[in-house]
């Protein structure tokens, strides 16, 4: 009998090893830990020492504040439908945004300026939105004369060790089908519409969202 076990326990761990050995690893961005996460409002950096990374494009116009507090609540709308956190809201960066502004101004580079606003809100980690360019369609969703483009970039401050941890950039501009074959998936995912400026930036989130890890 004690035979029989041994060779019944061996098969089971050589079946193990195998099966285990045929499945694929598939890897992920690494999740953030269960932290303190804040979220900052979505701003745009109008001057070079606004820039966490990048440049600023020429002849950008400075947005309506309407186009980025829709930004702010399409981004809290994404994170709560593909996320299980729980995030300090921008509403409290705005608060410790105007703190630092008021008694900082110009004396801080906009890492540290975030790394105070982090801190004013008292989280481990701060996630800060940035639009870059903004572009939206001439037209309407069944043709346009010129296509919505947004680039922006979602950074994530490490708070404590004050710095800068990730990146995502998104850089788009949208293109009819006939000019670039590859884009048949966004074009059947956008149901063969010319989209708006807000909903090619809500693409963006998802994916930043996603690569990010939060």
């Not at 481990?124 to 010129?146: K, M, S």
């Given at each position: 009998?004690?035979?029989?076990?041994?060779?019944?326990?061996?098969?089971?761990?050589?079946?193990?090893?195998?099966?285990?050995?045929?499945?694929?690893?598939?890897?992920?961005?690494?999740?953030?830990?269960?932290?303190?996460?804040?979220?900052?409002?979505?701003?745009?950096?109008?001057h070079t020492w606004d820039l966490?990374?990048?440049?600023?494009?020429?002849?950008?116009?400075?947005?309506?504040?309407?186009?980025?507090?829709?930004?702010?609540?399409?981004?809290?709308?994404?994170?709560?439908?593909?996320?299980?956190?729980?995030?300090?809201?921008?509403?409290?960066?705005?608060?410790?945004?105007?703190?630092?502004?008021?008694?900082?101004?110009?004396?801080?580079?906009?890492?540290?300026?975030?790394?105070?606003?982090?801190?004013?809100?008292?989280?481990?980690?701060?996630?800060?939105?940035?639009?870059?360019?903004?572009?939206?369609?001439?037209?309407?969703?069944?043709?346009?004369?010129?296509?919505?483009?947004?680039?922006?970039?979602?950074?994530?401050?490490?708070?404590?060790?004050?710095?800068?941890?990730?990146?995502?950039?998104?850089?788009?501009?949208?293109?009819?089908?006939a000019n670039n074959l590859m884009?048949?998936?966004?074009?059947?995912?956008?149901?063969?519409?010319?989209?708006?400026?807000?909903?090619?930036?809500?693409?963006?989130?998802?994916?930043?969202?996603?690569?990010?890890?939060?």
């Amino acid at each position: 009998m004690k035979l029989v076990q041994r060779i019944s326990i061996t098969l089971l761990l050589l079946t193990g090893l195998i099966l285990g050995g045929c499945q694929k690893v598939t890897q992920g961005p690494t999740p953030l830990p269960e932290v303190s996460i804040g979220v900052a409002r979505f701003t745009q950096p109008l001057h070079t020492w606004d820039l966490l990374a990048g440049y600023i494009p020429e002849g950008q116009a400075e947005l309506e504040d309407k186009i980025l507090r829709e930004l702010d609540q399409n981004f809290e709308t994404q994170l709560f439908r593909m996320t299980n956190r729980r995030y300090v809201s921008a509403g409290a960066s705005a608060r410790c945004l105007e703190l630092d502004t008021s008694k900082k101004a110009g004396s801080s580079t906009a890492l540290a300026k975030w790394i105070n606003v982090g801190q004013c809100m008292g989280v481990d980690f701060l996630v800060v939105p940035q639009v870059l360019q903004w572009q939206d369609r001439d037209g309407g969703e069944a043709g346009t004369y010129h296509p919505a483009a947004v680039t922006m970039d979602i950074f994530i401050i490490d708070v404590a060790r004050q710095r800068a941890s990730s990146r995502f950039h998104f850089e788009e501009t949208q293109e009819s089908l006939a000019n670039n074959l590859m884009n048949f998936s966004k074009f059947v995912e956008r149901k063969g519409k010319w989209i708006s400026a807000q909903q090619l930036a809500e693409e963006g989130m998802r994916k930043g969202i996603k690569e990010l890890g939060l």
